[in-house]
């Protein structure tokens, strides 16, 4: 089969790669017929993620069609077109049976914090993703659900991560009816985190990011208002003017340490750019928030070598929330928003790339060319 494969920071290419085969009774083996590639693949590619390895197929956001099952697979066979959730998770496990999907105790041998997640290093397990043309689903009576008759194939890719994160961020937030809610960061996730706000009764939705584009798709998918931080010399002071100097209700962090800029920019934190390896955009919403205000923290972050003010946010009685998205837990109320017509998460795609091309394809995604926001990868293509 072709699949994506890295070869160090910086350098993904197609290659062959044997098709995976079953593994264990309850592996299915499925054929991936679109996928994408997400804003947290680029800590990956830029060789910000440990343990990630030479040889490993990317992508946790892939959606296919069941070409063979194990002996002990129930609830799938051969055909069935499904969606797969990020998460790699056993479904019977202390946290399984809590709904935190994400923090399955079985399927990660290398951290006690996360589960298992496709396509994303050893340190998340060591599964190959779906940035390829087949992938191996382990525990497929538990994940990957068939997808509705009614659902497009481009909304459903986005429900595997995406969509359902950003949706998490909003339920993360405890959002009250008639709360302002500032989201910091414009890229899918944060699309999805503002308009999940208003479906959770939120009376004024700010965004905020330093990408034009970004901006204005936040304006016209999420219906809120904007700021591009670049503009002002303190944004933080900003939102506390707009909201009587008060702060915002919630404060949502769809930021993360984002993988831009050199590894020295990671390390110390230097650069005011919402690099990866700052807190900068967590600090701010620490600062951002009312006293007594929720933070909810859906962004990536990996070792982080400068200061988070957690003082500040003890003393003006924060709720912190955080954790990656249980992914099959939304998907029943988000599949009622898509078919009711209040959603519509393929409207964020921007870029449509056969895998053959995935290198550009990373490329134009990593340097924020031709208005990328959401690329998706065929691996069919012709």
Request: glycine share 10%; with cysteine.
């Amino acid at each position: 089969m072709q699949a994506m494969v890295y070869r160090g920071p910086y350098k993904v290419r197609v290659e062959e790669k044997d098709i995976p085969k079953i593994e264990h009774p309850n592996d299915a083996i499925v054929r991936v017929t679109l996928a994408a590639i997400c804003g947290s693949d680029l800590h990956l590619f830029h060789g910000l993620m440990p343990d990630t390895r030479v040889g490993t197929t990317f992508g946790h956001e892939f959606i296919g069609v069941v070409e063979e099952v194990g002996p002990s697979v129930q609830n799938l066979k051969k055909g069935d077109r499904v969606m797969v959730p990020f998460n790699v998770y056993c479904g019977s496990c202390y946290f399984c049976a809590r709904g935190l999907y994400s923090n399955c105790h079985n399927v990660n041998p290398n951290a006690t914090a996360i589960g298992g997640i496709y396509g994303y290093s050893h340190t998340c397990g060591g599964y190959d993703g779906g940035q390829s043309q087949f992938v191996r689903v382990p525990f497929a009576d538990v994940g990957p659900s068939v997808i509705p008759d009614w659902m497009d194939d481009e909304d459903a890719v986005l429900l595997t991560d995406a969509c359902p994160t950003g949706y998490f961020g909003a339920q993360l937030g405890d959002i009250s009816e008639g709360d302002t809610v500032v989201v910091f960061g414009a890229g899918p996730v944060g699309l999805f985190a503002a308009k999940s706000s208003w479906l959770m009764g939120a009376g004024r939705v700010v965004v905020v990011d330093h990408l034009d584009y970004r901006l204005e798709k936040a304006r016209t998918f999420a219906h809120a208002e904007t700021y591009n931080f670049t503009e002002y010399d303190d944004i933080v002071l900003q939102l506390k003017k707009d909201t009587e100097y008060l702060g915002a209700d919630v404060v949502i962090d769809a930021v993360g340490a984002e993988a831009d800029g050199n590894l020295l920019q990671h390390v110390a934190a230097a650069k005011l750019k919402l690099q990866g390896g700052s807190p900068i955009a967590l600090n701010w919403a620490i600062d951002a928030v009312r006293k007594g205000g929720t933070v909810s923290v859906l962004g990536a972050y990996g070792p982080i070598f400068s200061a988070v003010k957690f003082g500040d946010a003890m003393n003006k009685g924060l709720t912190i929330r955080a954790n990656q998205c249980p992914v099959k837990r939304q998907w029943p109320r988000l599949f009622e928003h898509i078919r009711n017509g209040y959603l519509k998460p393929s409207e964020l795609v921007t870029h449509r790339i056969p895998l053959e091309h995935i290198a550009e394809g990373y490329h134009i995604f990593s340097a924020k060319l031709d208005g990328c926001i959401k690329p998706l990868i065929l691996p069919n293509a012709a």
